[in-house]
């Protein structure tokens, strides 16, 4: 499908899903200019995933009709729009929450290879950092931890590095550094730890169990 017809098949849906009107901001040139350049981008990150679900034979590809693809697409687009038109912006965040059931906000830090794998009920926290190859599965959440009666101002926030797959029903909270090729288990609840490279994650804080992890998990982005 050209670029021109997924624009205006985006178009329509965060027209439909916006509670207010929108429909000619999308009409700008450097608005229609910025989405041409990041579905590029997209593609061409995808292209670099060896899995059917973002390419074949080579070739990356976005399908609207994928929700984990409508995410990416959505993230990548309303932070590049933010400074050009913000209120664009906070219309296809509202729509991709809407449509995919995931709280991903623009300001957010994140390396690219976005891996969302049926992310419904993630909240991911937009001041914590997020290296390359972050793959996000249902129900993980990411967050501050603060202090009762300190401002959110003095919280802090998690710094995820590269190739980190966060399962299903997961959580990360607080001063907490997870390092390179890590994957924390389903159900894990991590809060103001140092997680080492290299390893698979059990349990919850203050009783994690690490074992070393026996694959890379970046080897499926092909660079």
Same mark, same amino acid.
């Given at each position: ?5 997924? *624009?205006?098949? *985006? +178009? ?26 990041? !579905?590029? &981008? ?10 059917? !679900?973002?390419?074949?034979?080579? &070739? ?5 009709? !994928?929700?984990?693809? *409508? ?7 309303? +932070? ?33 290879? *976005?891996? /969302?794998?049926? /992310? ?6 937009? +001041? ?27 919280? =802090?926030? /998690? ?24 994957? #924390? ?7 103001? &730890? ?12 203050? &009783?994690?169990? =690490? #074992?070393?992890? +026996? ?9």
């Amino acid at each position: 499908m050209q670029i021109t017809d997924q *624009f205006n098949a *985006f +178009k329509a849906v965060v027209i439909a899903d916006y509670p207010y009107e929108v429909g000619d901001a999308f009409n700008k040139s450097v608005v229609i200019d910025c989405f041409a350049d990041t !579905y590029s &981008e997209v593609v061409r990150q995808h292209s670099k995933i060896q899995n059917n !679900y973002f390419s074949r034979n080579g &070739e990356g590809y976005i399908n609207l009709a !994928y929700l984990d693809h *409508f995410l990416i697409l959505c993230l990548r687009l309303s +932070k590049a729009l933010v400074s050009v038109d913000q209120s664009l912006a906070d219309a296809i965040y509202y729509s991709c929450r809407v449509r995919t059931s995931t709280d991903v906000y623009y300001r957010i830090e994140i390396g690219d290879y *976005f891996m /969302p794998s049926h /992310p419904i009920g993630a909240v991911v926290d937009s +001041k914590a950092t997020y290296g390359k190859g972050f793959r996000l599965y249902n129900g993980v959440h990411v967050g501050p931890h603060g202090i009762v009666g300190q401002h959110f101002s003095e919280w =802090v926030h /998690p710094v995820i590095g590269d190739g980190v797959n966060a399962c299903a029903n997961s959580s990360i909270y607080g001063k907490t550094v997870i390092g390179n090729n890590v994957t #924390i288990s389903p159900g894990s609840t991590i809060i103001n &730890e140092s997680i080492p490279d290299n390893c698979v994650v059990f349990g919850s804080t203050p &009783e994690l169990k =690490v #074992i070393p992890n +026996k694959f890379n998990n970046l080897d499926i982005i092909s660079t």
